[in-house]
């Protein structure tokens, strides 16, 4: 079993759906957790960040569910500009990123 | 913010030739920085971890020998990948762990723009 599991997709989404995408994670001692954006041929960026209490920053809202070692992230709203890879990506022990295969979404006009 | 800067972004070169890659933390001091491999279509796979001022840490299965790392100062790591060989064609990216709170999360790492190695 991988690290961290994603479903590679692709998801395709007409403009202004709202699209969500999960992640799993094997290790329980993870102890942080993000999600990265990759646009095809570039390096991932910082999306956001996500906090046991979940949070929201603008469109996107995250969530994380220790019990069941999941985290999701929603996009409301879709816009073109959101088409990329996914990447879930878990801090563990150590400080060791672990990344998953990515989660492509193509938001369509 | 925090801002890492690789270089080359690109690269062709011969079969045998060695190439190096540098990354640089311009903004915050980076004793940690990692070098990762990207295949097509394929996620990033962590080759090393690079200490300033020790060894590396390879993970498994990348030769050390292969792909030299060193780590001089808190701001520079440096990739060289010896005697290269189309093989080696990949896209190679930098990140460097800024362990300044941003919020309430430290530990952030940022990634350079890569560098796409074609070995012909």
């Known amino acids: 079993r991988k690290e961290v599991e994603q479903d590679p997709g692709p998801f395709n989404v007409p403009e202004g759906a709202t699209v969500a995408f999960n992640c799993t994670y094997s290790?329980?001692?993870?102890?942080?957790f993000f999600w990265y954006r990759q646009d095809c041929r570039k390096e991932p960026k910082l999306l956001m960040s996500v906090y046991s209490s979940g949070n929201e920053d603008g469109r996107f809202t995250a969530q994380l569910n220790r019990a069941s070692q999941y985290i999701s992230l929603l996009i409301r709203d879709s816009k073109l500009s959101d088409s990329a890879t996914y990447l879930c990506v878990v801090n563990n022990a150590g400080n060791m990123l672990t990344f998953g295969g990515g989660t492509r979404l193509m938001v369509k006009p | 913010g925090a801002v890492v800067s690789q270089h080359p972004s690109w690269v062709i070169c011969k079969s045998g030739t060695s190439v190096k890659i540098e990354c640089r933390s311009l903004?915050?001091?980076?004793?940690?920085m990692f070098w990762y491999r990207q295949f097509p279509k394929q996620s990033l796979m962590l080759m090393a971890t690079s200490n300033e001022g020790s060894k590396a840490t390879y993970e498994q299965g990348v030769e050390k020998d292969k792909f030299l790392i060193n780590h001089a100062s808190l701001t520079l790591s440096t990739l060289t990948v010896t005697s290269a060989h189309p093989e080696d064609s990949s896209f190679y990216i930098c990140?460097?762990?800024?362990?300044?709170?941003?919020?309430?999360?430290?530990?952030?790492?940022?990634f350079g723009a890569g560098t796409r190695l074609s070995v012909l």
């Open positions: 290790n329980s001692a993870s102890q942080s």
């Open positions: 990140s460097a762990r800024d362990f300044r709170w941003q919020g309430i999360v430290k530990n952030i790492q940022y």
């Open positions: 903004d915050f001091q980076a004793t940690t």
